[in-house]
């Protein structure tokens, strides 16, 4: 059984640090691109970041430069580093991985920027 468990998140102001740890079992997590999505209130969910099983990098536009996406295939975790938050970060950020059978998700974690 697949299962993607979130932490961090929380309350930061604009222009603080925070980190987003996602533990995934049952999966050969080294062979899987994982990704960070997340979805701001009335909004579509987005792709924040993803890294491949070759440790390539993706970020979307608005976080470069920002957040660093990072992967640790001993302990099955990949984590979301975001630097110098804004208010329009304030989102339900998830975990993902894409399988044969489809995708998977994370519960999700509430990540809130104050101005």
């Known amino acids: 059984q697949v299962q993607l468990v979130e932490s961090g998140g929380g309350l930061v102001q604009a222009g603080g640090s925070m980190r987003l740890d996602c533990v995934a079992s049952?999966?050969?997590?080294?062979?899987?691109?994982m990704a960070w999505y997340r979805q701001a209130p009335g909004k579509l969910r987005e792709l924040v970041a993803d890294?491949?099983?070759?440790?390539?990098?993706n970020y979307e536009d608005s976080v470069k430069g920002r957040f660093t996406i990072s992967r640790d295939n001993v302990k099955n975790t990949v984590t979301l580093q975001m630097n110098s938050l804004k208010p329009e970060d304030t989102a339900v950020y998830y975990c993902?991985?894409?399988?044969?059978?489809?995708?998977?998700w994370g519960q999700g974690t509430q990540v809130t920027v104050s101005s």
């Open positions: 049952g999966i050969i997590f080294g062979l899987n691109t």
């Open positions: 890294i491949s099983a070759g440790y390539r990098t």
């Open positions: 993902n991985v894409q399988l044969g059978g489809g995708s998977r």
